[in-house]
């Protein structure tokens, strides 16, 4: 299934946030839509070494290494992420 990208966040149910997700990865070429780096490895240094204060989130958080990163403004799906990226996101420039 294909979606026309970008989707509404809140619109989308588990399942179609996974395929959403999925075909972010696809058409990113397998690189996190943050960093550029391969999701299927760490994220770039530069976001790894950014002190995470992981009480902000919900436990269970990075259990999935990659999320679908959504603009919490306009609720539209930017793209896939790790999940640290995810984090460092939210944390530090409040998306």
């Known amino acids: 299934m294909q979606f026309k990208l970008p989707v509404l966040y809140s619109r989308a149910d588990p399942k179609q946030r996974r395929l959403v997700r999925e075909q972010y990865v696809r058409e990113q070429g397998g690189l996190c839509y943050w960093c550029k780096q391969a999701l299927d490895g760490p994220a770039a240094d530069h976001v790894r070494k950014k ?3 992981w009480s ?3 436990p269970g958080f ?5 999320h679908l990163q959504h603009d919490h403004s306009s609720d539209l799906t930017e793209g896939a992420v790790h999940a640290i990226c995810n984090a460092v996101m939210w944390q530090y420039h409040g998306r």
């Open 62 to 66: 990075t259990k999935h290494p990659v």
């Open 51 to 53: 002190k995470v204060n």
């Open 56 to 58: 902000l989130f919900p």
